[in-house]
């Protein structure tokens, strides 16, 4: 299976920025796209920002202007800059990844664990 980890959540204020990383282990036959989501307590899991492998990217309403998602196909590794931080970004933010696991040669929907995000004075 493909195995992601998320890092770079916080403690930050509003106005502050953070930018997280989302790191895929070991090898991918085949990107087709990642993204992140959010989620707090009480309410569904939203998307966020996605990003293809052609580099096309999509963002929510939200975050649209604020945030930026890019990718390293190098090093597996997927960002999230989010500048200009609100209360209401605060969540849980979850990396998705839909990729050809190089072991199984299967595609499949892969997700972190999730790093924590806290906008705050």
């Known amino acids: 299976q493909v195995h992601l980890v998320e890092s770079g959540g916080g403690l930050v204020q509003p106005g502050g920025s953070l930018r997280l990383s989302c790191a895929a282990s070991?090898?991918?036959?085949?990107?087709?796209?990642m993204g992140w989501y959010r989620q707090v307590p009480g309410k569904q899991r939203e998307l966020v920002a996605t990003?293809?492998?052609?580099?096309?990217?999509n963002y929510a309403d939200a975050v649209k202007g604020r945030f930026t998602i890019s990718r390293d196909s190098r090093k597996n590794t997927v960002y999230l800059q989010m500048n200009s931080l609100k209360p209401e970004d605060t969540a849980v933010y979850y990396c998705?990844?839909?990729?050809?696991?190089?072991?199984?040669?299967?595609?499949?929907?892969?997700w972190g664990r999730g790093t924590q995000v806290t906008v705050s004075s």
């Open positions: 998705n990844a839909d990729v050809v696991d190089r072991a199984t040669l299967l595609r499949d929907d892969y």
């Open positions: 070991g090898s991918i036959a085949r990107f087709y796209v």
């Open positions: 990003i293809t492998s052609a580099r096309s990217t």
